[in-house]
C-alpha cells in the first residue's frame, strides 16, 4: 500500500467511508512526524475505523514505550468480541528511533526534564539506552561523557540526567531490547492478525532505511504528518499551510474569524511551532469570548512573543536595508544570549556574499541580468553565468594562494593542468545551491546597494570587529551602529 501525506488524509478517509469493506482497511497503519498532527490523524483514523460507540471493547491503546511489544502481539492477535473490528494502538512509539537520532532523543530527554514530566523523560531514556546498547552503568557520571558523546566542558550541568537515571533505578523500569522489539513486532505484522484485526503504530520519528519501515509500506499503509523545518522557500510554504489549516480547524469549531494581518502577528509572535499556536489561538477564543471576530489588538493585549528569531531573519533584513526590523532582530536575538560576535559574523558574511553577488552584476558576465527579470528567465538566461563568473574568481583566489605561497611559475598551462585534475578545495562567498533561486533573490537585493557601499560596510563591519574585541564599549550599541551604517542609504 502506498505513503500518503498528511494533507491528503481527508481524501483517503472519504473513500474508506465509500466502501467500508474490511478489506478496504490496511492491516497495520505508521503515522509518524509532528506530534499533534499524528495525534490529529489518529482520532480521524479511529472515526472510519472504529466509531466511538464500540471503542470501550474493541480499542487498545498502549504506552509507546518498547517494553510492551509481546503485550501488543498478544493484543493484536487476539479476536474481537461479537467478531467486529478490533482496533491496537502503539502511541508515541519509540521503536523507530535509531543510533543516528541519539543526539535528538537525548535533546528530547532535557525537554521532558525541564517541563517537569519525569516520567516521559525516563521513557525516553530508556529508549535511547536500548538503541545504543548502554546500560545505567555506562552512562554515570564518570562514563557518560563518551558513551553519550557529551561536552566535557559541561559536565557539571549533567545534573538533571542523574535525576532521570535515578528514577528509573528507584522504580525498577528496565532498558528494553531494541533488537528483539523490533525483530518480534516485524514477524508478528508478516506473519498477519486476524481478520478485521488493526494495528496503528505513532512516532515523530522514523528511519526509512530499516525493515521495518519497508515491511509496513509494503502490507500496510504509512500517513506522513512530518513539515520541512528549514528555511527554504518551499519549507516556509509548507509550514504556514499547516498553521493556516490549524487555525481554520480551531477558529470554525469555535465559530470565530480572523484576517490574514492578526494570523500574521500570531505567526510573527511563535514562528512554526503548532502546539505554541493552537494555545495562543485557544486563548485568543477564550478572551474574546461571545465576539466573533479576533482582532491584531486582541493579540497584541493577549499574547507574548515566543518565536526565536533565527539570524537569518536579522542578516535578511539587512540585505533589504529595514533599518525597524533589523534593530527588532538584533535586539531578539541579544535577549536570546546570541553572542554578539556571532551575530558580527552574520552581518560580515551576508555583507560579502552581496559583494560579490554586486561584482558579478557589474562584469561583463552580468550584462543579461536585469531587476524586473523573472525566476524562469534568470535560470535559464543568467545561471550558466553565474557559473561562469564563479569559475573565473576562482582561479583568481587560487591564483592569488599561489603568489602568496611563493609558486610564482609562469607556466600558467601547467597550473590550471593541475588544478583541473584536483578536486577544488578553493570557495568563494558565493555558494551554488542546488536550486538557484536563492542567487536569484540574492541579485535583487543587491539592487539595494552600489559596489562602492558595500566596500565601506565591510570595512565599518571590522572596525566594529576591533571595537567588540578589543574596547569596553556595549557590544549593543556597537552591532546598531553597524546596522544604521549599512542600512541608511
Not at 474481537?80 to 537520532?101: G, N, P, R
Not at 490549524?246 to 510573527?268: A, P, Q, S
Not at 600558467?412 to 562567498?429: A, G, L, N, S
Request: one cysteine or more.
Amino acid at each position: 500500500m502506498p505513503e500518503i501525506q498528511y494533507k491528503d488524509l481527508n481524501e483517503y478517509l472519504k473513500n474508506l467511508k465509500e466502501n467500508q469493506k474490511a478489506k478496504s482497511f490496511a492491516p497495520v497503519y505508521l503515522i509518524y512526524g509532528e506530534a499533534l498532527l499524528y495525534k490529529s490523524a489518529l482520532e480521524a483514523l479511529l472515526d472510519v475505523l472504529l466509531p466511538k460507540k464500540n471503542r470501550s471493547f474493541n480499542y487498545d491503546v498502549l504506552d509507546g514505550t518498547n517494553g510492551h511489544i509481546e503485550e501488543v502481539v498478544e493484543r493484536i492477535n487476539t479476536y474481537s468480541l461479537l467478531a467486529e473490528t478490533k482496533v491496537v494502538a502503539i502511541c508515541d512509539s519509540k521503536i523507530f528511533y535509531s543510533k543516528q537520532d541519539d543526539g535528538r532523543l537525548l535533546q528530547k530527554v532535557k525537554e521532558a526534564y525541564d517541563a517537569q514530566n519525569i516520567k516521559e523523560a525516563a521513557k525516553l531514556l530508556l529508549s535511547l539506552l536500548g538503541i545504543l546498547n548502554l546500560s545505567f552503568d555506562d552512562v554515570s557520571e564518570t562514563n557518560r561523557i563518551k558513551s553519550l558523546k557529551l561536552d566535557s566542558e559541561k559536565s557539571s550541568d549533567h545534573e538533571w540526567l542523574d535525576k532521570v537515571i535515578k528514577f528509573c533505578t528507584e522504580n525498577n523500569l528496565f532498558i528494553p531490547s531494541e533488537k528483539d522489539n523490533v525483530d518480534i513486532l516485524q514477524q508478528a505484522i508478516e506473519k498477519g492478525f486476524p481478520k478485521r484485526n488493526h494495528l496503528v503504530i505513532t512516532t515523530d520519528m522514523v528511519d526509512k532505511r530499516r525493515k521495518l519501515f519497508k515491511i509496513i509500506k509494503k502490507i500496510g499503509m504509512i500517513i506522513d504528518c512530518s513539515v520541512p523545518k528549514g528555511d527554504r522557500r518551499a519549507d516556509k510554504i509548507a509550514q504556514e499551510a499547516v498553521l493556516s489549516e490549524r487555525m481554520e480547524v480551531l477558529l470554525d469549531r469555535h465559530e470565530k474569524t480572523m484576517d490574514k494581518g492578526t494570523y500574521r502577528i500570531i505567526y510573527e509572535m511563535t514562528g512554526f511551532d503548532i502546539g505554541t499556536f493552537s494555545d495562543n489561538l485557544e486563548k485568543l477564543i477564550s478572551y474574546v469570548g461571545d465576539r466573533k471576530r479576533i482582532t491584531a489588538e486582541d493579540v497584541e493585549f493577549v499574547l507574548k512573543r515566543t518565536k526565536k528569531d533565527p539570524i537569518y531573519e536579522l542578516t535578511n533584513a539587512i540585505a533589504d536595508r529595514d533599518i525597524d526590523k533589523s534593530l527588532f532582530f538584533l535586539n531578539s536575538l541579544l535577549m536570546e544570549n546570541f553572542h554578539p560576535l556571532q551575530i558580527l559574523a552574520s552581518m560580515t558574511n551576508q555583507i560579502r556574499k552581496l559583494l560579490v553577488i554586486r561584482d558579478f552584476a557589474e562584469s561583463p558576465h552580468g550584462s543579461s541580468w536585469y531587476p524586473e527579470m523573472q525566476f524562469d528567465q534568470f535560470k535559464y538566461n543568467v545561471m550558466a553565468s553565474v557559473l561562469s563568473y564563479n569559475e573565473e574568481l576562482l582561479d583568481q583566489i587560487e591564483d592569488w594562494d599561489d603568489m602568496l605561497s611563493g609558486d610564482m611559475d609562469g607556466d600558467t598551462q601547467r597550473k590550471k593542468k593541475k588544478r583541473e585534475t584536483k578536486k577544488r578545495k578553493t570557495v568563494t562567498d558565493l555558494e551554488i545551491p542546488d536550486n538557484p533561486y536563492p542567487i536569484y533573490k540574492m541579485l535583487i537585493k543587491s539592487e539595494k546597494f552600489t559596489k562602492n557601499e558595500l566596500i565601506d560596510d565591510i570595512e565599518h563591519l571590522s572596525q566594529a570587529d576591533f571595537r567588540l574585541k578589543y574596547t569596553k564599549q556595549r557590544p549593543k550599541i556597537i552591532l546598531e551602529e553597524a546596522i544604521l551604517w549599512i542600512c541608511n542609504p
